[in-house]
């Protein structure tokens, strides 16, 4: 049976499967990048599968829609929320905050959080907020994160991802 062709939205989930499947000892096909999970309709047109996409809860209605429209054996892999939400929950806020830590952006974090839109906020939440401000910073704290984690405390939908492809 040929391998799933692995399917994401964005850099930041690519860099976070390639970081796991390194960790865990998992061999991944290289993933294709949607640049935007509106693009899977296309991508599902190219070829004839399998496929295995990763993508945020948010978008499981259209792509439920886009997948059962291809005719194509595709599973899909929800992350709770998106992937910067998962790998949060799963590294903790202290965990996160150390990797801040290490890269001595503490102080743009902490500036960052005492804004007044951030005030009211969780740590959770003004951490979500900070990976995304700053271009790269998803790209680079995915891979961070993914280093960091706990492998048994892992994200759900990146191992079941891993586990189903190798």
């Known amino acids: 049976m040929e ?17 796991l499947a390194r960790r865990l000892d998992v061999r991944l096909p290289r993933p294709i990048v949607l640049h935007g999970i509106t693009n899977l309709r296309a991508e599902l047109a190219r070829g004839t599968g399998p496929y295995a996409v990763l993508h945020d809860h948010r978008e499981a209605p259209w792509v439920d829609r886009v997948v059962r429209a291809s005719g194509r054996a595709v599973a899909t892999y929800v992350c709770d929320a998106d992937l910067e939400d998962e790998l949060i929950r799963a590294v903790g806020v202290p965990g996160v ?25 969780t740590d959770h939440e003004r951490l979500h907020r900070w990976l995304g401000a700053r271009s790269g910073h998803k790209l680079t704290y995915a891979g961070l994160l993914a280093e960091a984690v706990d492998l048994d405390a892992a994200p759900a939908p990146l191992v079941g991802l891993l586990h189903d492809v190798s």
């Not at 391998?3 to 970081?19: I, K, M, N």
């Open 3 to 19: 391998p799933p062709t692995v399917l994401v939205e964005g850099e930041s989930d690519r860099r976070a499967l390639e970081v």
């Open 97 to 121: 905050l150390a990797e801040v830590d290490a890269r001595h952006e503490r102080t743009a974090y902490e500036r960052m959080a005492q804004q007044v839109a951030q005030r009211d906020r």
